[in-house]
């Protein structure tokens, strides 16, 4: 894909280096004595950091135990019948071996912080998993067949393994 990049060069600018989308085109601002060398690395940079943002689209859900809990409604509605509803949901601190866990006999979730910065279509294949908790206790067929009514299921499990992999974590299980 080619982007247009204006480069701007600001006298007032000492080393602060910013840039951002206006529409198709990346505008970059930098300083105005920088070299030919430096503005190519910046453009380079600003690009890849720009484009990482734009494709991490965080979900909402991250904000609160609220947004979260909003969240599951939303997608119980959507893929589970309406047919699981939590009676709470939290954001937890960082758990040793699990991305989020339930408890169906209470019909509770937790989260782990470790979540809040996934794209929003992994935590939402999170949650589904949890809320079809909900209803299948047990990670049998009929529990797995709930969770691949979301159709990213298989996309978010292949994202977790990575993110697990390369963050040395051993998290590979939900609960
Ligand atoms: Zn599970």
Redesign the pocket.
Same mark, same amino acid.
Do not use: K, S, V
């Given at each position: 894909m080619s982007r247009k990049v204006e480069v701007r060069r600001s006298a007032r600018r000492k080393r602060t280096v910013s840039a951002y989308f206006d529409g198709d085109t990346m505008v970059v601002l930098i300083p105005a004595r920088m070299s030919s060398a430096e503005e190519e690395h910046w453009v380079a940079e600003m690009e890849r950091k720009l484009l990482r943002g734009k494709n991490r689209r965080v979900s909402p859900a991250r904000q609160s135990d609220e947004a979260l809990m909003q969240r599951c409604r939303e997608l119980s509605a959507q893929y589970l019948d309406g047919d699981a509803q939590p009676t709470s949901v939290r954001w937890v601190p960082p758990m040793r071996t699990r991305w989020?866990s339930?408890t169906p006999a209470e019909g509770t979730i937790r989260v782990s912080d470790r979540l809040r910065d996934v794209p929003a279509w992994v935590l939402d294949y999170i949650l589904v998993? !949890?809320l079809?908790?909900l209803r299948v206790a047990a990670?049998n067929k009929e529990?797995w067949a709930l969770c691949a009514r979301y159709p990213k299921t298989e996309r978010a499990i292949g994202y977790l393994e990575g993110l697990s992999a390369a963050a040395g974590l051993g998290l590979t !299980?939900?609960?």
């Open positions: 989020a339930c998993h !949890e079809a908790h990670h529990f !299980e939900l609960d």
